[in-house]
């Protein structure tokens, strides 16, 4: 077990005593990378102080590894005890929360190249895993704490030139330097990203590397010297300005040099100034300074101020050639015009990155969490400039992120409203995964579904194969996103609609069968009611918002107009008066060509049937199949009633007659049968099923049919013979 911390006194341990106590808990320990973790930490503090931070922040910066090598949650909870007894509960929390997010990159890895115009949804990915860096962070001084060890890792990695894992550069290319960038923090970020793109990329970083021909400080004396010069030119005509030089480091020529598609000759601003006055009068006097001073570049002057950009950033820029033959970028500007480029919609970090589309900034609309991140950098330069301690600022620096943001098994961040349960998480990752969910775990550890969950935990749901959710969830404790309630409700309703649409069928069905129109298709009835879907027909009859009384009135309006000749579904014969006997030919009878007859019921003939006519009592002349026994009977009764008859049926007539089919039950016996009768373009108008007796399950299926002619009748009648479990096919 390491050393504990020093016992408590009257005052806590001053940076010398935190120092001493560090370097006997730390002994020999090293971090993963292999440096010594006492060495860490006072880089750290060496990076410090150069921000200019308060003796708290160094505190904090050699405490920062006392949990390291805890491995249970209760030698971690010992050690924290023990810290906050020595140093305070500020200390305490403020390592705690350092060492949640030093581990949070084992946990959420940014798997990825460091390509501006990689997958927007990769993008988004680690924009959340930002924002979750920042959220569990109650401190923002413990995100300032954490760039400050990444950088410190980087220098390590470099001085010993010890090979830098890549996912470590990526990582700090992709969270680490923009939250620095962010931040304001500007001493830490170019550096975060050189020492991470030298190891991300190291063969561009030796090109880009090559073509600087002088060093950084080279560079950097350059700046200095120039900006000495330009201050002397100013005062010379009673202008006062701040003037800081902006000197491109490998990492932003690198992406200027993407971005813009432009090679390194072509790069302007390899070296920048800054130039910050008064009023707008200033800037063009700057400028005329300026350029009498250093010769312009023609055609590379932008007033920004007169004709200002659409987001609203106003800025003059200019390149001027120094006193080495290099260009130099300059921008003036007021302050206004600078507070509003660092803190407005034309923000420095947007610029950086929003990525290039068709050669324009992209940016994105700010809201009120960018606000935030603008009103830390504030403090923090006001801090730096005031020489202010961070402490009792702590509200002003606490994020107030109305999200939370937790990790899933395979340590994707799931962005989620504060208070979301993990019913929420589970509707949020998949809507089946919401509807299945029975249980799950956080951090290993089975929590009842009310749990609510915090920044930094892990998730994992526990399904079931099929189901649905419950209608308690919908209660206040279960879900407490607008979109889980959203889905769980959606799925009663779907539910209800299934329901709905079953009822409406039957009831939809039966009313046909009472109208004895079972033969018409429910997708012609559906668009003659007006519905694009059957299932929108059935869903009607279901809620009771179509009757029988529509159908009713639908087949009415169908119905066919009555011509002054008789109806056109009527069947014509050509009947003939018998002259003696009855010949193949046929007479006419009375002189008539024609009579107006009907069909028997009792045998139903259809052509190319053999046809006997019989003239009734006041019903005209009912026409009979030759072999009908109803038709013998009478004629055996009344002989001088009998006319010979032939067809002569109008095109698109059709016949009704009866069939019976013997078969043996079957699941798919309905589905063969009416299947083949629709092949045959055989309209059914009714059926009627009879289970004969027995344990062999028999059936006896009665068709109404109506058909063109007998041929087609017997041409489907040996198709239903081969159907399996069918015995016999007759008409009856």
């Known amino acids: 077990m390491p050393p504990q911390a020093p016992a408590v006194s009257d005052a806590l341990p001053t940076l010398e005593a935190t120092r001493t106590a560090a370097h006997i808990h730390y002994a020999d320990r090293r971090l993963p990378s292999g440096e010594p973790m006492f060495d860490h930490a006072t880089g750290m503090s060496d990076i410090l102080t150069r921000l200019d931070v308060a003796d708290d922040m160094h505190v904090s910066a050699y405490l920062f590894g006392w949990l390291h090598g805890e491995h249970t949650a209760r030698e971690r909870e010992a050690q924290l005890e023990s810290l906050g007894h020595a140093w305070g509960g500020e200390q305490s929390h403020r390592v705690s929360n350092l060492y949640a997010l030093m581990h949070l990159g084992e946990r959420a890895k940014v ?150 598609q432009l090679q390194f000759a072509d790069l302007y601003d390899i070296r920048a100034f800054r130039i910050i006055v008064d009023d707008v009068k200033d800037c063009y006097g700057v400028l005329g300074v300026l350029h009498h001073l250093w010769q312009p570049i023609p055609k590379e002057f932008d007033d920004y101020i007169a004709r200002p950009k659409p987001n609203g950033y106003k800025s003059l820029h200019t390149v001027v050639v120094g006193d080495d033959g290099r260009p130099i970028e300059v921008q003036i500007r007021t302050n206004d015009m600078h507070q509003f480029a660092e803190y407005g919609v034309a923000a420095h970090w947007r610029y950086k990155e929003g990525g290039f589309k068709n050669g324009a900034v992209v940016t994105t609309e700010q809201s009120a969490y960018d606000e935030q991140i603008a009103w830390v950098r504030q403090l923090i330069s006001w801090q730096t400039d005031l020489t202010h301690t961070l402490a009792g600022q702590d509200k002003a620096f606490k994020l107030q992120d109305p999200h939370i943001y937790v990790l899933t098994p395979d340590a994707r961040v799931i962005e989620l409203p504060r208070d979301s349960t993990p019913i929420d998480f589970a509707y949020h990752v998949h809507t089946n995964l919401g509807h299945l969910c029975r249980g799950a775990k956080v951090n290993g550890q089975m929590v009842p579904l009310t749990t609510k969950l915090h920044t930094g935990q892990t998730v994992n749901i526990i399904a079931v194969k099929q189901g649905g959710p419950s209608r308690d969830w919908l209660r206040e404790g279960f879900t407490n996103s607008p979109r889980a309630k959203s889905k769980v409700r959606a799925w009663f309703n779907a539910q209800a609609t299934v329901e709905y649409i079953a009822q409406g ?154 069939v019976l089919v013997h078969a043996q039950e079957s699941v798919d016996l309905m589905k063969d049968i009416t299947d083949i009768l629709a092949r045959e373009k055989i309209l059914i108008s009714g059926l009627r099923t009879v289970r004969q007796g027995g344990t062999d399950s028999r059936c006896q299926l009665s068709f109404s049919l109506e058909v063109e002619n007998t041929t087609q009748l017997q041409k489907a009648m040996s198709a239903l013979m081969q159907v399996t479990g069918v015995a016999q096919v007759e008409r009856s």
């Not at 550096?191 to 073509?211: G, M, N, Q």
């Not at 080279?218 to 010379?236: C, G, H, Q």
């Not at 069905?509 to 009611?529: C, F, G, M, P």
């Not at 056109?568 to 006419?588: C, M, P, R, T, Y």
């Open 111 to 260: 798997k990825s190249s460091s390509d501006k115009n990689a997958n927007p949804d990769m993008l988004a990915q680690i924009e959340r895993v930002r924002k979750m860096l920042l959220a569990m962070a109650n401190d923002i001084r413990v995100v300032i704490l954490r760039l400050v060890s990444r950088l410190q890792t980087l220098r390590y990695y470099a001085k010993n030139k010890v090979v830098c894992p890549v996912d470590v550069a990526q990582e700090t290319l992709l969270l680490y330097s923009p939250l620095a960038n962010r931040l304001g923090v500007w001493q830490i970020k170019w550096e975060l990203e050189d020492l991470a793109f030298r190891f991300a990329e190291p063969v561009t970083y030796r090109e880009i590397s090559k073509w600087l021909d002088e060093k950084r400080i080279e560079r950097e004396d350059f700046v200095a010297n120039s900006i000495a010069a330009l201050d002397r030119a100013l005062k010379v005509q009673n202008i006062s300005a701040q003037i800081s030089g902006r000197p491109k480091h490998i990492y932003s020529i690198f992406n200027k040099m993407r971005g813009k």
């Open 505 to 658: 069928r039957a009831v939809f069905e039966k009313e046909l069968q009472r109208l004895s129109k079972t033969a018409v298709k429910h997708d012609d009835i559906a668009q003659s009611l007006g519905f694009a879907k059957t299932e929108e027909l059935y869903l009607a009859f279901g809620r009771e918002d179509m009757t029988a009384h529509n159908l009713e009135e639908l087949f009415k309006s169908q119905a066919p107009v009555e011509p002054t000749k008789p109806a056109a579904d009527a069947n014509w014969v050509s009947a003939q008066a018998n002259k003696g006997a009855v010949g193949k030919g046929g007479v006419l009878v009375v002189g008539l060509d024609d009579l107006m007859t009907q069909l028997a019921k009792c045998c139903k003939p259809a052509p190319p049937d053999e046809i006997t006519g019989f003239v009734t009592r006041g019903k005209g002349i009912s026409i009979h199949r030759s072999g009908c026994d109803n038709f013998l009977n009478m004629q055996h009764q009344h002989p001088e009633r009998v006319l010979a008859c032939t067809w002569a049926t109008r095109a698109g007539t059709r016949y009704a007659v009866d």
